[in-house]
C-alpha cells in the first residue's frame, strides 16, 4: 500500500512540474535597421600591408651583396625566399630571407642572406 501511494505520489508530482509552464513575455522588438541603413555604413579603413621593399629588388640587393663579397654561388640554387622577422623578441626588423643550397644536397652547405626590409641592410647571418 506504502509503495502504491509512493507511486501515485511521483507520478503526481511529475505530472504537475510537467505540466508548468515558463512564462516570459516575449522580448519587444528593438528599432529595425533597413538595408538603406546597412549600405550607408562606412566602410572600415583598409591598411596596407604591402612590404616597404618588394621581394624582387631585396634579390637584387642580395645578388649585390654577394657580388661584393665574392660568394661564389655558381653551384648553389635559390631555395626558398620569404618574409621573416628577424631578431631578438624585443626588436624584431621585417626582412626577407634568402637560401641557397647546393645542387649535390649535402647538408650543411648553403648560403642564408637576410635583407631589411626597413634599413635595406643586407648580410650574412652565422649558420648553424
Given at each position: 500500500?506504502?509503495?502504491?501511494?509512493?507511486?501515485?505520489?511521483g507520478l503526481a508530482g511529475a505530472?504537475?512540474?510537467?505540466?508548468?509552464?515558463?512564462?516570459?513575455?516575449?522580448?519587444?522588438?528593438g528599432p529595425s535597421i533597413t538595408m538603406k541603413q546597412v549600405v550607408e555604413l562606412p566602410a572600415p579603413k583598409r591598411e596596407s600591408r604591402r612590404p616597404g621593399l618588394s621581394l624582387q629588388a631585396a634579390l637584387k640587393l642580395a645578388e649585390t651583396y654577394i657580388a661584393k663579397q665574392r660568394i661564389n654561388i655558381a653551384p648553389y640554387y635559390l631555395y626558398e625566399a620569404k618574409y621573416v622577422l628577424y631578431g631578438t623578441k624585443d626588436n624584431q626588423d621585417p626582412s626577407w630571407f634568402f637560401w641557397w643550397v647546393k645542387e649535390d644536397g649535402v647538408i650543411g652547405d648553403y648560403v642564408y642572406i637576410v635583407v631589411s626590409i626597413r634599413t635595406r641592410n643586407v648580410f650574412r647571418p652565422p649558420s648553424m
Open positions: 500500500m506504502r509503495l502504491l501511494f509512493s507511486v501515485v505520489l505530472l504537475i512540474c510537467h505540466a508548468q509552464t515558463n512564462q516570459t513575455r516575449p522580448s519587444e522588438p
